[in-house]
């Protein structure tokens, strides 16, 4: 992605020496310029009225194996964290079933090939998934609360993913977890904050979590309107296993561009705020917006 780099460089730049541009942090519902030159929309979700389950009760689901950096503020290397692949036993032989079939089908095309796709579109990750990558960034009151921050954050971001894995075949996987020291009034000032302290270190989303006292918000994040430079940015609240993950959802689903349905609708997505905290899945013009949007990130 150095080339994306240095386009965002040179929009920065232009950017900060223009005249008359303001620097001040911008609030919910505006639109802004993140750091790395982006327009963007804030959004945020409010708190969550239920207080649904502290702690993961079973394993999370996770779609591959991995292993993930562990960064001080200072962006050293200070550990390692090996994340093993745990699916359904079902799950996987729908799967296996599903390459099986699609592999015939292209060996019939490819002409003695090996079967490599040529359109480049189609994802490259195992199951025909696209995979999309996270860094982790948890703020020095999340991490005073839980001593087990990568392993919960981890949970939240592999339960935030279902959704995403099992409509879109996209998954989401952990590279890096950050420690990060939050600053900001409130919440679109915390997560410009993460924005300026973590962006640029190559992973498709930059997610933050945090329990910072001045968060008021369930979560934050920037909405796109196309593919960014550098990381899409959100930050959640620490409310619990439950509450959190939907949030974490929620959030990396505006990063895919998608607004909120009108609150009393009765439309059942997560980007209405009525269900955002009980369902894990989108109505039919979000899942097609999704998909339209898909090729932002990874790959
Ligand atoms: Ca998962
Ligand atoms: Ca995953
Ligand atoms: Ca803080
Ligand atoms: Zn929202």
């Given at each position: 992605m150095k080339r994306k780099g240095f386009v965002a460089l040179s929009l920065a730049l232009t950017l900060a020496i223009a005249p008359g541009f303001s620097t001040h942090d911008a609030h919910e519902g505006e639109t802004t310029i993140d750091s790395a030159g982006n327009k963007v929309m804030i959004e945020s979700l409010p708190k969550a009225k239920n207080k649904g389950?502290?702690?993961?009760t079973g394993a999370a689901e996770v779609e591959n194996d991995s292993v993930a950096e562990i960064v001080n503020e200072q962006g050293e290397k200070i550990g390692e964290k090996k994340i093993k692949k745990n699916v359904k036993q079902k799950k996987e032989d729908k799967n296996v079933a599903k390459n099986k079939k699609e592999g015939e089908l292209i060996c019939l095309f490819c002409g003695?090939?090996?079967?490599?796709?040529?359109?480049?579109?189609?994802?490259?990750?195992?199951?025909g998934t696209r995979v999309v990558t996270v860094i982790v960034a948890a703020d020095e009151e999340y991490r005073a609360a839980h001593s087990d921050w990568q392993t919960y954050t981890q949970n939240i971001i592999e339960n935030a993913d279902n959704g995403f894995t099992r409509d879109h075949d996209i998954d989401f996987q952990v590279k890096t977890f950050a420690q990060w020291n939050s600053e900001g009034a409130n919440a679109s000032e915390i997560l410009q904050d993460l924005d300026r302290d973590?962006?640029?270190?190559?992973?498709d989303f930059l997610v933050g979590f945090t329990r910072d006292a001045?968060?008021?918000?369930?979560g934050i994040a920037y909405v796109y309107s196309?593919?960014?430079?550098q990381s899409a940015v959100s930050v959640n609240l620490d409310q619990g296993a439950e509450n959190t993950w939907h949030a974490a959802q929620h959030e990396f689903s505006h990063n895919y561009g998608l607004g909120h349905d009108p609150?009393?609708?009765?439309?059942?997505?997560?980007?209405n705020y009525d269900y955002a905290y009980s369902v894990d899945y989108w109505d039919q013009e979000h899942d097609d917006q999704i998909e339209t949007n898909k090729s932002w990130y990874g790959k």
């Open positions: 389950k502290k702690e993961f003695g090939g090996g079967g490599s796709d040529d359109d480049g579109d189609t994802g490259s990750g195992d199951n973590w962006n640029g270190n190559g992973e001045n968060f008021n918000s369930g196309n593919d960014p430079y609150q009393g609708s009765g439309i059942k997505c997560i980007m």
